[in-house]
């Protein structure tokens, strides 16, 4: 079992150190299923730095084999009638995982929704949908500094002009987050529980 999957946008997988070995034809030896719900728990490297998301009950492997140590727990546990223990909500990694490179996170919808608050950038409503700032048809990019979350009134108004085409400005330019974003994107938002570690993921990378 691995710790969990590579950094999104890298080819390379986790160092193949932190592979916990699964026990044939059945779920982990030693780890007790949980008792309720235990959600996801973020990885720290050993530099403190966020490195990956994974489930609890992998989170729990890592701790029972001596490869991370809790930080922070979430309230579930898991129990057996060997073991009770904490689910983690955040584990730091006992040895340093080399990162090859690191990208800026990958435009997706929903990470634009986020990165915007879910708010039209162009008049402060509930956000529905994606603009280009500069329209694709004339040779905008489809990349983070050139899109931004829109209303349908906005986005129908707009169409392919610029915003100062259409008489419309933006409440703030759109920017490529930080390489961490990926973390926010894939469980939907930073909880509280993580916050202090992925609090500058939203700023410009």
């Given at each position: ?37 235990p959600g996801k728990a973020l990885v ?116 392919d002009h610029t915003p100062a085409e ?37 700023r410009a990378g």
């Open positions: 079992m691995k710790v969990g999957p590579p950094l999104v946008g890298s080819r390379h997988a986790p160092d193949p150190q932190l592979v916990v070995a699964p026990a044939s034809g059945g779920p982990d030896r030693g780890v007790p299923a949980p008792a309720s719900t720290l490297n050993a530099t403190m730095e966020p490195l990956c998301v994974v489930s609890a009950r992998r989170a729990v492997v890592l701790v029972l084999s001596a490869k991370a140590d809790v930080v922070s727990s979430n309230g579930h546990r898991f129990r057996s009638a060997e073991l009770d223990i904490a689910a983690p909500s955040v584990l730091r990694l006992r040895s340093y995982v080399r990162v090859p490179y690191r990208r800026r996170a990958a435009l997706s919808r929903r990470g634009v929704f986020i990165r915007d608050d879910h708010t039209c950038q162009y008049c402060g409503r509930v956000a529905e949908n994606v603009d280009h700032v500069q329209p694709r048809s004339r040779g905008g990019a489809h990349e983070w500094e050139n899109v931004v979350a829109a209303c349908r009134r906005c986005n129908s108004r707009k169409r259409a008489g419309m400005t933006l409440a703030r330019q759109p920017y490529a987050p930080r390489a961490a974003f990926w973390l926010i994107v894939a469980v939907g938002g930073v909880r509280e529980e993580w916050s202090i570690y992925l609090g500058d993921a939203l």
